[in-house]
Each structure stands twice: as C-alpha cells, then as structure tokens.
C-alpha cells in the first residue's frame, strides 16, 4: 500500500518524536509555498518583505494580483490572512481563512489564524472550535492547546 506523500507527513505530525514533527511541518510549508513552481513562492516572498516593512498597500496589491492569476493558491490565500490580521481586520482574514481551508483542509496555519482571529473578535466559541481543528492536524501544538484553555476560560 503506497502513502501519498502528504499523508506520510500527516501522520508524522502525530509522531511522538519531536524531531519527526518538525521536519513534518517544515515539509508541508514548503509544499505549499512552492504550490505554483519558483514564481509563486518569489512572489510571497516579495508580498513577506513588504509586509515586514509595513507596506500593506503594496503587499496586498502583490496578493491580489497573484489570487487573480492562481484563485486554487492556498498559500496565496493564507499570506492574505495574515495581512489582513495583522492590520486587525479580522473578518477580512477569517474569508481569507475560510477561502484557504476550503482549498487546502489540513492547512493548520490557516486553521490557526481562523481561531486567532474569531479570539480577537471575541467569538471564543468559534475561536475553540477552529483551534481544536488545528489539533486534529497537529495534536502536539501547545500553542493551541493554550488558546483552547484561554478562550475556555474567557467564557466562563
């Protein structure tokens, strides 16, 4: 029985060992920058730097262009999220969100970022329930394991 190679790494990321999940989770993040070949991922890259320098026009002007071109990005889609959340428009990033799991259903970033965003909005319902999908994908993440336990505490 031949395993895609996705599915390896999936079930890597419940591996106990450490060191397996963490190649685990790099090996996805690769695949999905690289989702659309070299132009893809030099494209991101142009949109992070911009981002770092806080040049959110360009940086989205950068992401829109390349979601018009490639709509199937994933990754295109989940660096969108991010700016939008960084600048604390939220519902924009929970479509982003949304758009990324809709391609991509094990993306935990995008899983992540949609908890993240619905904690900020004060949804914590929402916000548990988005990080507790995230732990399907990668059981070991203490970081959402924390904000389950946060937004659980927030709504009592």
């Not at 899983?111 to 399907?136: D, P, S, T, V």
Request: net charge negative; charged share 25%; hydrophobic share 45%.
């Amino acid at each position: 029985m031949n395993e895609s190679p996705v599915s390896v790494l999936l079930d890597d990321l419940k591996n106990a060992d450490e060191v397996v999940r963490d190649r685990a989770t790099r090996e996805l993040w690769r695949m999905w920058f690289e989702q659309k070949g070299l132009v893809g991922l030099e494209t991101l890259r142009r949109a992070q730097i911009l981002l770092e320098l806080r040049d959110f026009d360009k940086a989205e002007d950068i992401l829109n262009t390349l979601l018009v071109k490639h709509p199937d990005f994933a990754e295109a889609w989940n660096r969108r999220a991010v700016l939008h959340y960084i600048q604390g428009h939220y519902l924009e990033a929970i479509a982003d969100c949304e758009a990324v799991i809709r391609l991509n259903s094990i993306h935990f970033g995008a899983l992540h970022g949609l908890g993240l965003c619905h904690m900020a909005l004060g949804n914590y319902k929402a916000a548990i329930q988005a990080f507790q999908q995230a732990l399907a994908v990668q059981p070991y993440s203490l970081e959402n394991q924390r904000l389950i336990l946060e937004c659980t505490f927030s709504l009592s």
